[in-house]
């Protein structure tokens, strides 16, 4: 009968070795997720942040020359403005 009882808690010793080395990589594992987070997501919202003010800049850009576009046609200036004059079938240089 005592054999039979050592070889129990044998096993359930062994099981419970197990379940400890398991809950102490659970431990670590946790441990270096939360020191890679801490440390990764500073970093990557400070490059989203840039990314966004890059964008942002640029998007203010383009409006600012497509403003500046408008007013220029407005004024005769450039692609947008429709005086006839760049047809481009001119006849001013034939030979008469």
């Given amino acids: 009968m005592q054999g039979v009882i050592d ?4 096993v359930f010793g062994g099981i ?3 379940i400890g080395l398991f809950v ?4 670590g594992l946790v441990f270096f997720l939360t020191a890679g ?3 990764v997501a500073p970093q990557v919202a400070d490059n989203v942040a840039d990314r966004a003010e890059r964008v942002s800049n640029r998007a203010i850009e383009a409006a600012e020359e497509a403003h500046r576009n408008e007013r220029l046609a ?3 200036w450039g ?3 429709d005086d ?4 481009g079938d001119s006849d001013d240089w034939g030979a008469d």
């Fill in 7 to 10: 070889i129990i808690d044998r």
């Fill in 16 to 18: 419970r070795f197990i």
């Fill in 24 to 27: 102490l990589c659970m431990f």
């Fill in 37 to 39: 987070v801490s440390y």
């Fill in 74 to 76: 407005d004024e005769g």
């Fill in 79 to 81: 692609y947008g403005a």
């Fill in 84 to 87: 006839g004059s760049s047809n």
